[in-house]
């Protein structure tokens, strides 16, 4: 196993995520797991992960109600 544990006490590594031009940096758990930011969902992969944050971000993953927009 690689230790690249620099300066913080945590065994925490973070990667660099690209995505349709936009650069995240996110939590990466063992060796391809990558960890959200918001809610801690795992994902194998950058893209997978980018995509459930543009949810977040859009609010398609909260069960709030917004304001219906009926009639
Ligand atoms: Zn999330």
Do not use: W
Request: charged share 25%.
């Amino acid at each position: 196993m690689e230790e690249n544990g620099p300066q913080e006490g945590n065994r925490r590594s973070l990667a660099k995520v690209e995505y349709a031009g936009s650069r995240l940096l996110v939590e990466r758990v063992s060796d391809s797991l990558y960890k959200c930011p918001i809610c801690g969902a795992l994902f194998a992969t950058p893209k997978d992960l980018v995509a459930h944050i543009i949810a977040h971000a859009l609010g398609v993953t909260s069960n709030r109600k917004r304001a219906p927009e009926r009639g």
